[in-house]
């Protein structure tokens, strides 16, 4: 499976889901909060920008707001909602592809940097993501805990979420760290929809790790957009890794901001 395949028409006209789910106000409305505030004034870059869940709300708040996406359907969907001007998008690839101008924050939000399927290019696109940052600059990660200790002993599969309707089974194939989402929607009827997504998870350590391949160092996390503390059983993260800056002693307004390797000397992998 391919990810340009994947999110073809089909899926585009599908994804948005006003209203509801990662749609909802109470989960979209933190999430453009604390990227208004993580971008200080500046531009904000968004890596697979999609349908512009994220980008279009954030573009009217006044952060100028430029994209990048590899599926041409999901960035035809965007164009519902915002024009070129006020959303510019290039059509790429995450890990490679290189915006123009200079930005104050790029970020990544809802899982998406496990859609790229090796370490390799996970760390590539952290370092696409340097490239695009002015010094000081801040990328921004929304990702999933990886589950295995929900994992039945001697099985590869387990049940994440079952509701009305739908019902997510995650099938794990843990020697090369995948893991393929089946998404089950059904109704009345004897028929149902599959849909597949392969994922390569990523624990936190080694995300950090890849931060500072890139030159960044982590600056805080937390297990949401609200601040909530990151904690052993928080089964996702909003991770913020920073740039050094170009001087020393500028200071940073990120909450539970923790000092970055080159403050100390030494490496920094967790943040209240």
């Keep these: 499976m391919q990810q340009q395949d994947i999110w073809d028409a089909d899926a585009a006209q ?118 695009h940052l002015v010094p000081g600059g801040r990328f921004v990660i929304e990702l999933w805990v990886p589950e295995l200790r929900r994992l039945p002993p001697g099985q590869a599969a387990t049940v994440m979420r079952s509701e009305s309707g739908y019902i997510l089974l995650d099938t794990y194939d843990v020697p090369h760290q995948r893991v393929v989402s089946h998404h089950f929607r059904f109704d009345g009827t004897r028929t149902a929809r599959l849909d597949r997504t392969p994922h390569r998870y990523i624990w936190p350590a080694e995300l950090d790790l890849m931060a500072q391949l890139a030159g960044f160092g982590l600056e805080s996390r937390h297990a949401d957009w609200t601040g909530a503390p990151f904690t052993a059983e928080s089964r996702s993260h909003v991770s913020v890794y920073r740039l050094p800056p170009a001087h020393p002693a500028e200071p940073s307004n990120e909450p539970g901001r923790q000092p970055r390797a080159e403050d100390s000397g030494r490496s920094v992998t967790s943040a209240p």
């Design 14 to 131: 599908r994804y948005d889901t006003p209203g509801t789910g990662m749609f909802a106000p109470e989960n979209l409305g933190p999430t453009v909060d604390r990227l208004a505030r993580l971008a200080e004034g500046g531009a904000a870059l968004e890596f697979a920008v999609g349908t512009g869940r994220v980008a279009v709300p954030l573009a009217e708040r006044g952060v100028p707001v430029t994209g990048i996406d590899l599926s041409r359907p999901m960035v035809e969907q965007l164009r519902t909602k915002a024009d070129e001007v006020t959303v510019p998008v290039v059509i790429g690839d995450m890990a490679t592809t290189v915006a123009p101008g200079e930005y104050r924050l790029v970020y990544l939000v809802y899982n998406t940097i496990s859609n790229l399927l090796t370490q390799a290019e996970q760390v590539e696109c952290f370092r696409n993501a340097a490239r």
